[in-house]
């Protein structure tokens, strides 16, 4: 049989094959032959170069009737990525699949006895062990990186860190040095978290799409314009705007979370914010602890009128995912390096 080569197919045929197959528990070719509105002969090719590949696993259809049952294509979920997330003291590794599920996590502890990069040394070798414990590296399709801050790939550093110690320490050559593996992304959470949720949202490239974090060490947001995420003036940080008594409003959240007496901050904040950035969307993602009943509901009340119909009131999309933004976000830019890669072969 002769072997069949991705790259002879058009990117975005692929591409839109491959989304169908992840977007779908189990899929026939002509259930995703009629959602791409690609030939049958195209979208089997491209299903039986991803089987070679072992991106997707086929199963026969469970018909009772008698006659040839159709294949059901799904993706390999035994193939995995792994998350190491530095963006707090407290570095933790998660293993998420092909389906974007939680296949195992792990957490390190940090000792205040040793030094900042003793604890990253420390972590990166828990990390290597529990991967020849327990692991099947040979089903990794790549390593991602979480970092606080903007990562330059010239100087392999962070740069403007919520963690000063990383703006010294180059991360690719230390995980290379202690692993033994390549690095596949580093990104800022920030970054990550909002461009998974850009792949959420329908017309994504023709809309302003903010993306808001509410933790309990930082809020942080972003706006994703024409599917780039902008930072600093451009970015218009949320946490840095100014709120009653001339607070920023991440001291007022970070000291008392959203209640009652806090929660007129966080709409004023919002209210600027998109007069501000006139975006389309807002995808709010928060771990931060909330005592206000109905939250949603009152955020949309009072921000629609205050903006007395003059701006319009942007859709809200509230995160209660099982998997951290920024993660999902790195799962997805290394699921789609992983087929950009196979393509090209």
Known sequence: MKEIHLSTIKKESVDHIFRVIAENEQVSRAAIAQATSLSLMTVGKVVDALLEHDVIVQ??????????????????????CVILDLTSSRFSLTVIDMTLHVLDKMEYEYSEDFYYEENIYLFLKNVKIFALRRLEWSNCIG??????????????????????????????????????????????????????????????????????????????????????????????????????????????LLANGIENET???????????????????????????????QPEKRLREQLTTLLRGNVPLPDFVISRDEIPHAHRGLALQMRRLWLKEISAQ
């Open 263 to 293: 929660f007129p901050d966080l709409v004023m904040a919002l209210y600027n914010y998109i007069l501000c950035v006139r975006c389309d969307t807002i995808v709010i993602e928060n771990a931060l602890p909330c005592t206000v009943e």
């Open 143 to 252: 390593v991602g990186v979480c970092v606080p801050g903007r990562y330059n790939e010239m100087l392999d550093t962070v740069e403007d860190s919520r963690i000063p110690e990383l703006s010294t320490i180059h991360i690719r050559g230390i995980l290379h040095d202690i692993l033994s593996e390549n690095v596949t992304l580093i990104e800022m959470d920030t970054a990550a978290a909002a461009v998974s949720n850009m792949y959420m949202i329908d017309h994504y490239m023709e809309k302003i799409v903010a993306y808001i974090s509410l933790t309990s060490e930082n809020i942080n947001s972003t706006v994703l314009y024409h599917g780039e995420p902008l930072f600093g003036t451009l970015g218009c940080d949320l946490g840095k705007m100014l709120v009653r008594g001339g607070h920023m409003l991440s001291e007022v």
């Open 59 to 80: 199963t026969k259809e469970s018909k009772n009737a008698a006659g040839r049952k159709a294949g059901l294509v799904r993706l390999n979920a035994e193939k995995f």
